[in-house]
Structures are given as C-alpha cells and as structure tokens.
C-alpha cells in the first residue's frame, strides 16, 4: 500500500469515527461545521475522509463531542461501548474503499493490469477502476474470481480490524477456537486465579527461541 493510499485510508477511518462521535453526542453536521469555523459542506467532507484535518480540529471536535482525544486514534465505534449505533452505510462505504485499496494493492504486487483483471471477469477496464477507488460495490463472486487471478486468499480483503463488524467476527474465531481446547485446558483458562500463568504464557512466547532455551536450562538446573 502506497503511502497516499494510507493517508487516505486513515482519513476514510478518522472521518467514519467523528461520525460515529457526532451521533453519539446527538450534534448536526451543522454545529460541529460552525464549532470549527467551516461550512456543513466542508465538515461533510470530512466524514467522507475526503477532506484532512489537523490536530487543533481534531482537539476541538473531542472537546464538543465529548470524547476522549484517543477515540480518534483508534479504529473502535462507540457502539462497541453502547453508546451508539453503528452508521452501517457509512460502514459499507468505507469497507468498498478499503477493499478497493486491498485490491489495487493486489494487482500491483502480481504485476497485472486494470485491463486483465477486467478480463479476468469479463468486464470492462473502467469497472475496475471504479472497484479500486470505492465508488461500487464488488460482487462478491466477482471479488473471489479476482482474488482467485491475483493470487491471494479471498480472505485477505475480510474486515477483522476497522469495524464492530471485524470485531465481532475475531470474537467469534476466538470462540470457536476456545470450544476445540480440551476440557481440561478450557477449565484451567477459565479460571480466575491462573490468570498469572496465562499472562506468564504470552510474555515467554514474545521471548526468543535461544532465552526460552536458557529458562529451561536453569530450571533443569533447579529441579536436579
């Protein structure tokens, strides 16, 4: 992914998130457009991400929508939090747009062109075009036969990160993986005081193979 293509990524994100504050905090587009100094058109620009704002804007819009300056750091609605609800066509539209980028991304990385792909589905050059920059939507039989001719899984344009949406979906495989532990495994995880040997867990599997190795050693050492 291009470094414009991020800007314009985190900017769709930023925008879907000052969005998603805005309704929480049940203010118009045009109070928060006069609270900034600009018109309802620009800040609907802004939801859009097609339109970047600085940090004193960003303070601003945090101070009179009452969120933490934080909120907009990350990739969480306040809907995962109860406080509203989710702007789902501004979901889609923003999940078009990054699978637009995932795809261009793909295309450029096998080295084909707008026209193969095109072929590849039997549609026109400019269809693809349109798919990469978001402004419609892929059939999804169309996205898999893409996927299928640039060589990726088409797994690698599903959402498990930006939304509600890809967070209930990794809650989901986190279950499911969960369900296929042993018993006896599932017992000792759900249990409040082995929280320490679980936290212990993870900090050993961030080590090195070679420190993991020397643990082991000393504790052999103890033991015998």
């Known amino acids: 992914m291009s470094l414009d293509e991020k800007l314009l990524l985190r900017n769709k994100i930023l925008g879907v998130l000052i969005r998603d504050a805005r309704l929480a905090a049940g203010k118009t587009q045009e109070a928060c457009a006069s609270f900034l100094g600009i018109s309802a058109s ?18 601003a819009l945090a101070y009179l929508l009452n969120v933490p300056l934080k909120h907009f750091w990350g990739h969480h609605l306040l809907e995962a939090n ?29 080295g084909e062109t707008q026209g193969e792909c095109a072929a590849a589905i039997g549609a ?13 939507a892929i059939p999804l039989a169309e996205l898999d036969t893409l996927a299928g001719f640039l060589n990726v899984s088409l797994e690698h344009f599903v959402d ?26 599932q017992e000792f995880m759900l ?11 993870q900090r050993l599997r961030q080590l090195p193979a070679q420190h993991l190795r020397n643990i082991a050693q000393v504790l052999l050492e103890i033991t015998y």
Do not use: C, W
């Open 42 to 59: 620009r800040f609907s620009d802004v939801e859009y991400g097609e339109r970047p704002l600085s940090l004193p804007e960003v303070e």
């Open 82 to 110: 109860g406080k509203s609800q989710v702007p789902m066509k501004e979901l889609l539209t923003l999940r078009n747009r990054v699978i637009g980028v995932l795809l261009r991304q793909a295309r450029l990385a096998a």
């Open 124 to 136: 026109p050059g400019s269809r693809i075009s349109a798919y990469e920059h978001g402004q419609i």
């Open 160 to 185: 498990e990160e930006y939304s509600p949406l890809g967070k209930k979906m990794r809650q989901n495989r986190a279950l499911e993986a969960f369900g296929q532990l042993p018993e006896a495994v």
């Open 191 to 201: 249990e409040p005081l082995h929280t320490d040997y679980l936290r212990v867990a």
